[in-house]
């Protein structure tokens, strides 16, 4: 049926109050009933717009007040909606069904109350004493439970002076308290303890209002339930605690609002992860960070025997995996599977989360060699992320050209094992394929490594790297080292003068 354009210059006309070209039209023999695409009829738009005039030419006219668009909406849901009592006593008293339903089991009480239209429902509940219209929907939702998931303060206390307070659920198991938990509407919250008896009431999922407070970020509504005696530490029947949804949806302050509030970090057995392996999965940093202030075990295992790190290694995430290493977590524990962090980085091709594995690794072997000089670079200066600073310019380039124009393969293995990196270390390296000449980049990497914790001991990488070459029997190398860096000190010599 397609609207004719008579029909819908009609249209248009109720819903911009242009009575004029309604009556014009009319004249001509419009059908005033005619509906559009969604079958909306010019009722329904003058009524949802509350256009007092053209509702009483329509009504004059005998236009229809039963036809429903194709949500099943009737002029008298729209009136209800609105909030307009002058339309909606014309459409009562000229017969529209007071009772009317939309297609989600929706009557005007049902609107009114959704939509805040206290005088609606006085006028339906008083006036006509229509008390059989405080019915749940489709969706089991009676009046008190729309207008408390929507917030709305005035109708919550005008339908609880009207004694239609009610704790029933709805088809998913929600009170009138987890709908505006939900949603945050904290003074809803505060009405309804006083009528309230069990705080810690599930819904179907096994939620209660005070998870479902921090589910939707709302503090101060946690805080509201919370301090009306909630348990904290409840679990829903997928086993998530308040914590982990709040981690999971990064709610940085709803994280700290819950630590500070003493919820326990420790995994239930039934738990997959710790919280920290969550903040990690996520990669929420700074959440990582708040659980590690508040001294969240850094080691915990998840059900697959992964720390923290193996995660961060898997995802390859260099600031996740900076913040774990510089907070001195376990390298060596092995998952399920049988694999250190290391391997899990190596084996999923992050090149860059393996080198700062070993560069820790180093770094706290060399730390318990020499726990007598505490002075060990730690705190301020400490990283394990590749170094671009100014001030190693020029020894990285010298490093890059040992390794990619002089070493011959195997022979970074030599030098490696010199400097006593392990099997594991090497073959993780090594694990990186970037054609024949991959051993040049493994050189450089490996170098580098080398290079960090020279530079954490404060020892000079020039001399060290002379001294180290003619050591491991390089000696043709390291004079061409000691030859550059001494040209690079003249050529400098020369720049200032």
């Known amino acids: 049926s397609t609207v004719l354009p008579d029909e819908r210059e009609f249209q248009y006309a109720a819903k911009m109050n242009d009575l004029e070209t309604m009556e014009k039209l009319f004249t001509k023999n419009v059908n005033i009933n005619a509906v559009d695409t969604l079958k909306r009829t010019a009722f329904h738009f003058a009524v949802a717009r509350s256009h007092v005039s053209v509702v009483d030419f329509l009504l004059h006219h005998k236009a229809r ?26 459409l009562v008293k000229a017969g529209a069904d007071q009772k009317a339903k939309n297609e989600e089991g929706m009557n005007v009480l049902h609107f009114a109350a959704q939509n805040n239209s206290v005088k609606i429902v006085d006028y339906f509940l008083q006036d006509l004493h229509l008390n059989d219209l405080n019915k749940p929907d489709e969706k089991g939702k ?29 088809k998913d ?81 709803l994280v700290a609002f819950l630590i500070d509030k003493n919820i326990d970090m420790v995994p239930k057995p039934e738990q997959k992860n710790s919280p920290l392996h969550l903040a990690v999965i996520n990669n929420h940093l ?48 092995v998952d399920k599977h049988g694999k250190t962090a290391l391997a899990v ?40 992320k590749q170094d671009h600073s100014t001030q190693t310019k020029q020894i990285r380039s010298s490093l890059w050209n040992l390794a990619y124009n002089q070493l011959k393969p195997q022979e970074w ?52 790297i002379y001294e ?3 050591e491991a029997g390089f000696q043709p190398l390291a004079e061409k080292i000691r030859a550059a860096s001494s040209t690079d000190m003249d050529s400098r010599k020369c720049a200032i003068s």
């Open 65 to 90: 007040l039963d036809m429903a668009d194709q949500h099943g909406l009737t002029v008298i849901h729209l009136a209800a909606w609105t909030g307009n009592l002058d339309i909606m006593r014309k």
């Open 142 to 170: 009676k009046p008190f439970l729309l207008a408390s998931e929507k917030g709305h303060v005035d109708m919550i206390n005008n339908l609880i002076t009207l004694k239609l307070f009610t704790s029933e659920k709805d």
């Open 173 to 253: 198991g929600n009170t009138a308290l987890h709908l505006a938990a939900k949603n945050g509407h904290s003074e809803v919250v505060e009405i309804l303890f006083e009528q309230w008896e069990e705080i810690n009431d599930f819904n179907e999922n096994g939620e209660t209002p005070f998870y479902l407070s921090v589910e939707g970020g709302h503090e101060k509504c946690a805080e509201l339930l919370l301090e009306a005696g909630s348990d904290i530490n409840v679990l829903t029947q997928n086993n998530n605690s308040a914590l982990q949804i709040a981690i999971q949806n990064g709610h940085l302050s």
């Open 286 to 333: 700074m959440v990582v960070r708040s659980l590690l202030d508040a001294n969240h075990d850094i080691n915990s295992l998840n059900h697959r025997q992964e720390t923290p790190l193996h995660l961060a290694a898997d995802l390859g995430s260099v600031e996740l995996a900076e913040v774990l290493l510089k907070a001195g977590c376990d390298l060596k524990t």
């Open 345 to 384: 980085a190596s084996r999923s091709n992050h090149a860059l989360i393996v080198d700062m594995i070993i560069k820790a690794e180093r770094y706290y072997a060399m730390k318990q060699e020499h726990l007598a000089h505490s002075d060990d670079g730690s705190g301020l200066g400490l990283s394990f």
């Open 413 to 464: 293995k030599k030098l490696a094992l010199f400097w006593k990196f392990t099997a594991e270390q090497i073959k993780a390296i090594e694990e990186q394929w970037t054609g024949k000449k991959s051993y040049k980049e493994h050189g450089n990497r490996m170098l580098l490594i080398w290079l960090h914790g020279v530079l954490l001991a404060h020892q000079n990488p020039v001399k060290n």
């Open 468 to 470: 180290d070459l003619v």
